[in-house]
C-alpha cells in the first residue's frame, strides 16, 4: 500500500477501452489498468487524460472511470485525475469531483481557450491555478503544452506558480530541448521537491538526458516495461543501454506519433487490440478510425519491436 505521495517514475497515462457503440467498456478498462500497474516499476497511474478521450466525456462518465480505476488500483501507487474544463469555475468543480472520488492527484489542463492567448497574461493563468488549489487542497500536477501552442506557460510564471503549496509536479511536453531544460532548471532552482515529469513522447531519450524525475506519458500504457527500462538506464548513467532500448522503440514510437498527431491515442488502441490487451479499438467521433494501411504500419512497428509475431 502506498504511504508517501511521491510523484516519480514512470506514471502511464491510461486509454479507456470503448465498445463498438462508444459506451465504457468497464471490464476492459478494469483488465487494463490491472496490466498497467502490476508492471514493476510503474509508480502511478493516470486517468482522464487526453489518452483516455477526457474531452469527450461526460461529468458523470469520468467519475466513473476515476472510481474503476481506483478499485483496481486497490491503493498499490497514486492515482492522478485529469482536470479539463473551460472555465475555471467548471475546472474547480471538476477538481473537486476528483478529490471527492480519492484521486491523490490533479492534473490541470489548460482551457482550449488558452490557445486564443491566455497565456499572455500570466496574472490569468495565476489566478486560474490559486483559485483551484485554494479551493479543492489537493496536489496538482501542472499540464505543459507543446512550445507551438498558446497554452504553454514561461519560465516566470512557472517560478510563481511553484510558490502555491499545493503545486507537486510539472508534466513538460514542451517539445523544445532549450525551453525544457530552461524551465526545469528554474523551477528546481525555485522548488527543488516539485517533481519534473518527461511528457515528450516522440523523444524521451533526449529529454531523460537533460533531466527529469521520471515521465507521464500515454505511451507508457502500451510498452510500460521498455519506458521503465528506458528511465532506470537513463538515471543510471547507462547511455548506451538506453540508447539500444530507444532504438528498440525507435519503430512503434514513429507508427504512433506520425502525424497528423489526432490519432494517437487511437492509435495506441489499435496497437493494444493487435496485441490482445483490449478487444475494441473504438474512439469516440469527431475522432476518425484508422485506414487499414496505417494499422499495418503499426503492425510491423510491433513485429519490429519484438511485440508481435509475424503473420
Not at 489548460?110 to 490557445?115: E, L, M, Q, V
Not at 489526432?262 to 478487444?279: C, Q
Given at each position: 500500500?502506498?504511504?508517501q505521495?511521491?510523484?516519480k517514475g514512470v506514471l502511464p497515462a ?7 457503440d462508444?459506451s ?5 478498462l478494469?483488465?487494463h489498468?490491472k496490466?498497467v500497474v502490476?508492471?514493476?516499476g510503474?509508480?502511478g497511474?493516470v486517468?482522464n487524460a487526453?489518452a483516455s478521450?477526457?474531452t469527450l466525456l ?10 474503476i480505476?481506483i478499485e483496481e ?6 492515482v492522478?485525475?485529469?482536470t ?9 468543480e471538476f ?13 490541470i489542463m ?6 486564443w492567448?491566455?497565456t499572455q497574461y500570466?496574472e490569468v ?5 490559486s483559485?483551484?488549489?485554494k ?7 501542472v ?19 511553484s510558490?502555491l503549496r499545493n ?5 513538460s511536453?514542451?517539445?523544445d530541448?532549450r525551453r525544457?531544460?530552461e524551465?526545469y ?7 527543488p ?5 518527461n511528457?515528450n513522447?516522440?523523444?524521451l531519450l533526449?529529454y531523460?538526458?537533460i533531466g527529469?524525475?521520471?515521465a507521464?506519458?500515454g505511451?507508457?500504457c502500451?510498452?510500460?516495461e ?16 538506453a540508447?539500444?532500448i ?11 506519433y506520425s502525424?497528423?498527431r ?18 475494441c479499438?473504438?474512439a469516440?467521433?469527431f475522432l476518425?478510425?484508422l ?5 499495418e504500419?503499426?503492425r510491423?512497428a510491433?513485429?519490429?519491436c519484438g ?5
Open positions: 500500500m502506498k504511504t505521495l511521491e510523484l491510461i486509454i479507456l477501452p470503448l465498445n463498438p462508444y465504457i467498456d468497464e471490464p476492459g478494469r483488465r489498468v496490466s502490476n508492471v514493476p510503474i509508480t497511474v486517468c487526453h478521450e477526457v461526460s461529468r458523470e462518465e469520468r467519475k466513473r472511470v476515476l472510481r480505476v488500483v486497490k491503493g498499490k501507487v497514486p492522478i485525475a485529469g479539463y474544463a473551460e472555465s475555471t469555475q467548471m475546472a474547480q477538481a473537486q469531483d476528483a478529490k471527492q472520488g480519492g484521486a491523490d492527484v490533479i492534473l489548460p482551457p482550449f481557450s488558452f490557445y492567448g491566455a500570466p493563468i495565476f489566478k486560474h491555478f483559485t483551484i488549489d479551493a479543492v487542497e489537493s496536489p496538482f500536477i499540464f505543459q503544452y507543446a512550445h507551438w501552442t498558446n497554452c504553454c506557460y514561461d519560465s516566470r510564471t512557472l517560478v510563481k506558480l510558490t503545486f507537486r509536479a510539472i508534466k511536453a514542451i517539445n530541448p525544457y531544460e524551465e532548471r528554474a523551477l528546481k532552482a525555485a522548488r521537491e516539485i517533481s519534473f515529469l511528457a513522447d516522440v523523444q533526449s531523460f538526458c527529469s524525475d521520471g507521464l506519458v505511451y507508457a502500451l510498452v510500460p521498455m519506458i521503465v527500462e528506458l528511465y532506470r538506464a537513463t538515471e543510471k548513467g547507462d547511455l548506451k543501454r540508447r539500444q530507444n532504438d528498440r522503440m525507435y519503430p512503434l514510437t514513429q507508427a504512433i502525424h497528423p489526432l490519432n494517437w491515442h487511437t492509435r495506441i488502441k489499435e496497437a493494444l487490440v493487435m496485441m490482445g490487451e483490449i478487444k479499438a473504438a469516440r467521433p476518425p478510425s485506414s487499414s494501411k496505417e494499422r504500419g503499426i510491423n510491433l513485429v519490429s511485440l508481435l509475431k509475424k503473420r
